[in-house]
């Protein structure tokens, strides 16, 4: 719908290359690459470090022993410090009570600091009201970045070595050519041509 727009406003016209970049930009800059990546580290959290899994309880990302206390944690994992709505507030509220429910029904010890929602990076000064909203309202931790890393593999100086290793193969990532290459494609459809106002590259 705003195809047209966008391409004009990123390149001053609407040619059928503007509206193929408008229409690809986002998805390589945005969301996507942004969701292939927390799934990415949610897989890299679970099967590669020790004492670390999946769960099959609904509601929760992975489960690991806390190195600082030595309890088991029932975690959700989130990308970033900005990454949740109101509404994701409120349902992992829910699945936390839905937990500790089940865990009194079985005669589980589950804890309150059991319950926890982990963000992958960041800090606590930069997280969102909805972040602050679990932390405050519900009372269930929030493990932000190097807290996150150093509670769940014990090393303090976890979290600055990833970082720097991510930086490394980032360096190493050059999507250019695919980018160009799938614009040009998307640009010779009828389809964008049609949504095109000039014709002139």
């Known amino acids: 719908f705003l195809a047209t727009y966008l391409a004009a406003y990123l390149e001053g016209k609407a040619t059928p290359n503007a509206v193929a970049k408008a ?7 945005g969301t996507s690459i942004t969701t292939s990546f927390g799934t990415g580290m949610q897989k890299f959290v ?17 489960e690991f022993i806390d190195q600082v206390d030595k309890r ?13 709505n109101k509404d994701d507030v409120t349902t992992i509220s829910n699945h936390f009570t839905g937990i500790k429910n089940l865990a009194k029904t079985n005669s589980l010890e589950i804890g309150l600091n059991d319950l926890v929602v ?18 405050d309202k519900y ?8 807290v996150f890393w150093h509670r769940l593999t014990g090393d303090v100086n976890f ?20 980018i160009e290459d ?6 010779s459809t009828d389809t964008v041509k049609n949504l095109a106002t000039a014709k002139d590259e």
Not at 123 to 133: L, P, R, V
Not at 139 to 146: A, E, N, R, S, T
Not at 182 to 187: F, G, H, M, P, Q
């Open 23 to 29: 229409l690809i930009y986002p998805r390589v800059l």
């Open 46 to 62: 679970s099967k590669v470090l020790k004492d670390t899994y999946g769960s099959a309880v609904p509601g929760i990302d992975i």
């Open 118 to 135: 982990a963000i992958i990076y960041g800090t606590e000064d930069q997280i969102s009201g909805h972040y602050q909203a679990i932390r």
């Open 182 to 187: 799938t614009i040009n494609a998307l640009s």
């Open 159 to 178: 979290y600055d070595e990833l970082v720097k290793a991510i930086a490394t193969v980032a360096l190493d990532a050059n999507g250019k050519t695919l």
């Open 72 to 84: 088991k944690k029932y975690c959700q994992v989130k990308l970033g410090p900005n990454t949740i």
């Open 139 to 146: 009372h269930y931790p929030l493990y932000v970045g190097k």
